[in-house]
């Protein structure tokens, strides 16, 4: 299962790093995605991670800002997100595709994931 957390309020242009922990399987073998969801808005991909950390994939809405990294060793994966606006606020879910044929184009859509994660609200907000 996987279990985002690092949510909470922060100003606009402040900053926060949410987490993403793996348990019960093997994550370096995985790709993992973010996903947010606005109140009235579709589910939206925000970042993809591949398994060993070498392939990124950032929205557009999110490039420049938001960073995603990998501890493999805790199976752990962060997103950095800097110069946050209140646009960004939304509840943030990660979720984990096994690597091979077709599982990069999955984590980016955020369809047919393996496993998801209960999410973390971030409130952007002054």
């Known amino acids: 299962q996987l279990q985002a957390s690092g949510g909470g309020l922060v100003l606009p242009g402040g900053s926060l790093r949410l987490s993403c922990a793996a348990s019960g399987f093997t994550s370096d073998r995985f790709a993992i995605g973010w996903f947010r969801q606005a109140p009235g808005n579709q589910r939206e991909g925000v970042s993809c991670?591949?398994?060993?950390?070498?392939?990124?994939y950032y929205a557009d809405s999110v490039k420049g800002r938001f960073t995603a990294s990998r501890d493999n060793a805790k199976d752990t994966v962060y997103l950095q997100m800097n110069s946050l606006k209140p646009e960004d606020t939304a509840v943030y879910y990660c979720g984990a595709v096994r690597m091979g044929r077709g599982s990069w184009d999955r984590c980016v859509a955020g369809s047919g994931m393996d496993y998801w994660g209960k999410g973390t609200l971030v409130t952007v907000s002054s």
């Open positions: 991670i591949s398994s060993i950390g070498g392939i990124t």
